[in-house]
């Protein structure tokens, strides 16, 4: 059957829809199938490209900061979050879970006609082989990224092997094929490490240079450990940490270079980055920037913020309540000056003002913010600068292996691992853990400093807040009726045990797919 590469199929959702409209601008007109549209390299690079692009989307930041305690209700609030994510509102409709199926099967369904057609086009001569192989290591390693994702937000336990994750999309699917049940985690992962393995023979047979902005070496290493330390299995998550760490030639940010990280991204390429998305100027919308996830022209206190840092992860980082101009020279550890604007208005006495939403403005500066100037890196205009968007950072390789080093009740390995980061940050050393709940709890707190607003905490206390005894941790000031005007009464904490720790199967996919089960509680 030929394919149209520029129709859309309704067959478990967004699964097994063809390429866009965008991809055949360079071809010729009548190129309407794949056969004939994906002849050359040059061809299915174009597609790579478009896959990632379908990926590069703030969604899993935002939910995740806004669903947790990384964020408070801003003063330019106009309602965002209000009825959903902030109060843990949750459907088979919501945003949230919606996206992050959808954008990961649209990019499945691109990757897996990379895969295919890069095996198929006869190269022009041995570059042109080593570029198609590279490209279809790339596409592998990306196809793992978006099954990790899927399993990991969609399966009610990550560590069993007979739970539900999704769909496995190894293939490309026929418009036929509607009707496709969810697939156990144990398929899912044989699937991550079959892809992850083949892209580093392919990376390791090439010698293919480092880029963080494509799929590497260093990435499918980096995502080998983070399945692994999903599973459970944490021999295999030090073991593929450890190969980040000794083999990637990259280096932990020190604290200036952690700002133009988070700011300016012109860090070093041996700092710190092991894989982002990239953004260019041209790109730059409202809609699609990061920094527009949580304000709506620029991270300052001008900005109209109508997310804020929460006050309970401000407290971690300025405990005695510095005003917001002086933390990032006042603060030694860099992360509270990157996460806390210098325009922010820091209230003392917040627990009991009567105006708590506008006499304690906590501006999240992370992405595209300033170290201690008011005016931002970033902007919402035409051409203007927006940040790219980390996916895995150096960082989270030791705070796998402060987990293994939990797991094995090896405390001082604990302190060992997370004292490289706190050095790199200039933050104060850990303590000696005695317990492993103790452990896994400083763990949790250290990740919470470390990814806060990258997209982290919602899976962070899916995975360990139960072991940690640790949940939902907002100040109760963050739900005053000072704070914003929530309706049916002000919101409580969410409980650990909650069934809202998996994501629903949207209901897009139900409507189309009769066979697939939707996970407890929905």
Known sequence: MKKLINSVVLASTILFVSCGNDVLEPYTPGSLTEEVALTTSDDVNRLLNFSYNQLTNRTEAVFASVFTDEVGIGYANGGQGLNSEWVFFMNTAQPGPVTLWNMNYFALARLNRVIKYADEITPLNANDAARLKNMKAEALVMRAYCHLRILSYFSPNPKD???????????????????????????????????LDAAIATFTANNTVFNPVYANINFARGLKARAYMFKGDYTNAEKWADEVITKSGLTLANPAQYRQMFFSDNQPSTVEVIFKFKRTNNQNSQATNLHNGWSSIAPNFAGSPFYEVGRSLHNLLNPTNISGANIATQIPDVRAGVIIAPTSVVNPNYATSSDFRNSDVLVINKHGGTFSEASTAVSTATNAFNNDLKIMRLSEMYLIKAEARAEASDFPGVVTALKFITDARGAAAPTLPTSKAEAFAQILTERRKELAFEGFRYLDLKRLGAIAGVSVNRDP???????ANFPGANPSNLPINSYKWTLPIPQDELNVNPNIQQNPGY
């Open 161 to 195: 092997d007979n739970a539900l994750a999704g769909i496995l999309a190894n293939k490309i699917f026929l418009p036929q094929e509607k009707q496709n049940p969810r697939a156990k985690n144990a398929e899912f992962y044989t699937l991550i490490h079959q892809d």
């Open 477 to 483: 000031a963050d739900y005053s009726s000072s704070s």
